[in-house]
């Protein structure tokens, strides 16, 4: 590790063109004693990091950790060595202009003194005293890169790691909770659009649906939320919402976005299709698992992350009454409301009575059992598809459903129904002869969504109209409503 050289820093630097400290190439007189300062800078350059720098010979020796500096003894973070810094960089922010060395916003993000255990060309051993990170740290080399690992324990004893997965949890269809319960109760508009649990860790932001599917390529507007979080560790739930012209939830239009598996479809789509994340809950945060809470302090603490921005923006609560909540919602074009107990534990992965939704629109989710051709205009393609439920293991027959569709929703449909056909049924009820005499079946994988009126009284979908594939949910989740 060479000492004190500010040539490299020199070299990728004009002091014309940026408010970067460059100082002159005259030699600097060295103290004798090295310093003992640190700072921590968060750099939003072409991607998000945290420039971290420790004070030696006279210069502050910089790396570049991607994900900053581990809380977690348990996790070790990448650290990338860069060039010396001058130490008049510890006080710099600023913005680096675009096409500079480094372009974007520098701001501080933590700063202090430090202790020295050790110090050799592959280990820096250090306790860090700052505002916001205090511990014994270790930076060593693991060929061309460096790691940085914390080596005490947490600042806090009930430190939990950020997990993996947790499953959303769901609500039973229902009424609204009778006037003389109100208070017991919170409301929320239900948004017509995509479950998705985001996580967010070192600014990056992950996003897995109802099904366990990381669908975060298909959604790049959440990279933003991410980086506007920084280094703050959560877990999020909510929903992903397209709106129409007049600013209501439109599913169709959602159904644009939900097949993209491309990072660079995904991004030019964005732009004609943009897609806000409605968040309702917050199920961890820097450390801390909050299942256990209570839904109002979950709440209480979503709205301290002040989390607004042009593609997510947080549900809004309502304490009632719900009949005027659901009124609102009706006017509104809004698919119904959410209820749910200001006292109610989040559940992963379970459909509890403590959260209850209450349609204005009645929808069905449904599996694909086969189609039938269509006729006139529609000959050559997809008449009708034919429907089903999963019960006790077994496909039951609810009916068929032939409108809703655009030409390029029966297009894509014939396409992955294709490449599913069998030849016998794969429903366990008899059909009707007139379904059976003309019906291509099909393994029942895909899952879709239908309004519809009513149920009627022998097991059926009344005047049912297509609302779109469901990608993010799979046969097994498909329940009558």
Known sequence: MAKGDLSEYRRRRDATRTSEPVPPAAPRTRKKKSGNRFVVQEHHASALHWDFRLERDGVLVSWAVPKGLPPDPKVNHLAVQTEDHPLEYATFEGTIPAGEYGGGEVTIWDHGTYDLEKWTDREVKV????ERVQGRFVLFKTGRNWMIHRMDAPARPDWERLPEL???????PGELPPPAEEQAWAYEMKWDGVRAVVYVDGGRARAMSRNDRDITVSYPELRALGLALGTTQVVLDGELVAFDERGRPNFSTLQQRMHVADAASARRLSARVPVVYVIFDLLHLDGRSLLREPYERRREELDTLGLAGQSWQL???????GADVLAASLAEGMEGVLAKRRDSIYEPGKRTKAWRKVKNIRTQEVVIGGWRPGKGRRAGTIGSLILGIPEDGKLRYIGQVGTGFTDALLADLSSRLTRLE???????????????????WVTPKLVGEVAFTEWTPDGLLRHPSWRGLRPDKSPQDVRPE
């Not at 306790?127 to 700052?130: I, Q």
């Open 166 to 172: 947790i499953k959303p949890m769901l609500a039973v």
């Open 315 to 321: 549900s809004p609560v309502f304490d009632g009454p």
């Open 422 to 440: 069998r030849k016998s049924s794969p429903f366990a009820t008899e059909l009707p002869s007139a379904v059976r005499r003309d019906a291509h």
């Open 127 to 130: 306790v860090l005293h700052g």
